[in-house]
């Protein structure tokens, strides 16, 4: 509760912003599923201004929950209502959604931020025992490590990740086998459950064991975004560095500065110069062509010639992309006819603008 000016509390949230507080969660978590399971392309437009849009509903709904702290570290979990449970999700969507934005400039930024939700919802089912999880040692946050307990849900081994480490390896791959496992286990139950509580049959207990069944499922979801985002992480930072460092271009291996010598027809002459020129070496055409090639300094063996494939390559390959691109537009303005005749006979009967025959 606030206090006003002259002391008397006033409520945080008015009755119509409670109103709205369920809308917004039940809004953005439906159109993070249409976004998850449609066919659009994830980088189109209009599934873009939905994840901004889904974003934008749970961040407000978010703010709310905290204002009105439904939530605390000194209360369990049977302390939560029903109609409150859901609210758990909110992290774990918010982090979902995120990384459904496809920005190659803020890619990082947006992993990162998705990090973060994801280890407060991991970190909030740890404050209520719905799952014990160790989080990742990379995370770099002040969390004590915590007693191993399933409660139904899996568990995140933090082992030492080292290519030598076989025994760590093994365990590592064994934990995302039960994890995926166990994941597979819920979405089952959680199928039967939805059917009663979209059906409106379901009572308090039920609709309690579907949100818990949601707040489980999405710890195995969570556990492993978080994974893959510290790996990808790594890469992005890597990129970042390769892209601030000066370009540096490999360098031939400097060539052995050849000693002068005359050149003869045969084995003969080089024989009759060598005696009248016994400071100069001699070599046959043969000798030289030998030499030349050890030294990869021939017309065919130089750098022009592979400098030359390589663009033969590259126009090569411009022109197949052309190609598939002029292929894929031919397709499309196929298609678009195909629509325009289909609709135009919807419209218009048979025979329609046949004037002849007519008494």
Not at 101 to 119: N, P
Not at 141 to 151: I, L, N, Q, V, Y
Request: negative net charge; proline residues 5%.
């Amino acid at each position: 509760m606030a206090e006003s000016c002259n002391g008397a509390p006033q409520p945080l949230t008015s009755d119509a912003e409670l109103g709205k507080l369920p809308d917004l969660l039940e809004r953005g978590w439906k159109i993070f599923e249409e976004v998850d399971g449609t066919s659009e392309p994830l980088g189109s437009s209009s599934v873009q201004v939905r994840v901004k849009r889904a974003i934008s509903m749970l961040e407000e709904a978010s703010r709310m929950v905290a204002q009105l702290d439904l939530f605390s570290r000194n209360e369990e979990l049977e302390e939560i209502s029903t109609a409150d449970l859901k609210y758990l999700l909110l992290p774990a969507l918010l982090g979902a959604l995120h990384m459904k934005q496809t920005s190659r400039d803020k890619r990082l930024e947006i992993v990162q931020t998705a990090r973060v939700y994801f280890l407060d919802f991991l970190r909030r089912c740890n404050d209520y025992s719905i799952a014990q999880v160790h989080l990742p040692e990379s995370a770099r946050e002040d969390t004590p490590d915590e007693d191993s307990s399933d409660h139904g849900c899996p568990k995140a081994q933090s082992v030492p990740a080292g290519p030598s480490d076989l025994v760590a390896m093994a365990a590592k791959r064994q934990s995302k086998i039960e994890r995926y496992r166990q994941r597979k286990d819920l979405e089952a139950r959680l199928s039967d459950v939805r059917r009663m509580v979209e059906s409106g049959q379901a009572d308090d207990e039920v609709s309690r064991d579907f949100y818990l069944l949601n707040v489980r499922r999405w710890v195995t979801v969570c556990l492993e975004e978080v994974e893959s985002i510290d790996q990808e992480v790594e890469i992005l930072r890597n990129m970042d560095v390769l892209k601030q460092g000066p370009s540096k271009h490999p360098t031939q291996p400097a060539r052995q500065p050849m000693k002068p010598f005359i050149l003869t027809r045969d084995a003969v002459q080089a024989q009759v110069f060598g005696a009248g020129y016994p400071s100069l070496p001699t070599m046959t055409v043969d000798d030289w062509y030998e030499q030349h090639t050890k030294h990869g300094a021939l017309p065919d063996q130089g750098v022009p010639r592979r400098v030359a494939v390589e663009d033969d390559a590259d126009a090569q390959e411009r022109a197949e992309e052309d190609k598939e691109q002029r292929a894929e537009n031919d397709e499309q303005e196929s298609l678009q006819k195909a629509r325009d005749w289909d609709e135009w006979k919807d419209s218009h009967r048979r025979g329609y603008g046949n004037r002849q025959n007519m008494g």
